[in-house]
């Protein structure tokens, strides 16, 4: 099986500008988590899709939001660009089981705002 | 919510020594308890997990150990080797409900020493 797939892999911003990141989840994996991870503040939960829906969200502004399409592909988008969004931003790939879900990491995406 | 602390920070050992991370969660609910490790650029990769029905699970060189009473679990790593340097995330779920989303802890980040 195809592991967790981010795109793009690294981007840089300027400050003010929206960006938008693609995720496509491990075959067979409904459910899609973004999360975001600086040296600072560690690993941070964004939010969490299910069918399409938003099942869980993180405490971060509404600049931050994302949405999940029939295929279970999963975007996040990030408006009006700060410094401190510099980040990398790791989606997540669940896979549900009898015993309890499991989650799977991808790649990431590197995002430099300067 | 779940808050996840985890110790020791940074941790250098022996080549061949043992290596001991420690974490402490606050949610007596929580049943599922995974190990990430994250090497250099890397996504954080699941290396062992364990759920509130055991109290210790073993793969190789890695074990985890489970206390529910004392709400706290630990990573050990045996025989450490070069490749074992990475950074350490353990993480409880936010919500009892599907362990999704995880509550990270700070992350150990592990030197072995040759």
């Known amino acids: 099986k195809a592991g967790v797939t981010q795109t793009p892999r690294y981007l840089i911003k300027t400050r003010g500008q929206q960006v938008t990141l693609s995720c496509s989840p491990i075959?067979?994996?409904?459910?899609v988590s973004w999360y975001q991870q600086t040296p600072g503040q560690g690993l941070q939960f964004l939010f969490e899709y299910f069918s399409e829906t938003q099942r869980n969200k993180g405490n971060f502004p509404g600049r931050f939001s994302g949405r999940q399409f029939s295929n279970s592909r999963s975007e996040m988008n990030v408006s009006t660009l700060e410094l401190g969004d510099s980040a990398l931003y790791l989606c997540?790939?669940?896979?549900?089981?009898?015993?309890?879900?499991?989650?799977?990491f991808g790649e990431g995406s590197w995002l430099t705002v300067v | 919510g779940e808050n996840v602390e985890q110790h020791p920070s940074t941790l250098s050992v022996q080549e061949g020594d043992s290596a001991v991370i420690k974490c402490t969660y606050s949610?007596?609910?929580?049943?599922?308890f995974p190990w990430y490790k994250q090497e250099l650029g890397k996504r954080p990769q699941l290396i062992i997990d364990?759920?509130?029905?055991?109290g210790e699970k073993k793969d190789q060189r890695i074990a985890v150990t489970l206390n529910k009473t004392a709400k706290h679990f630990s990573l050990h790593i045996t025989e450490t080797q070069p490749e074992d340097s990475a950074v350490y995330f353990c993480?409880?779920?936010?919500?009892?409900?599907?362990?999704?989303?995880?509550?990270f802890g700070k992350g150990t980040r592990l030197s072995v020493i040759a």
């Open positions: 075959s067979g994996h409904r459910s």
């Open positions: 997540a790939s669940t896979s549900e089981g009898a015993a309890g879900n499991t989650i799977y």
């Open positions: 993480a409880a779920p936010s919500q009892n409900s599907g362990n999704t989303p995880l509550v």
């Open positions: 949610d007596s609910a929580s049943n599922y």
């Open positions: 364990i759920r509130s029905n055991v």
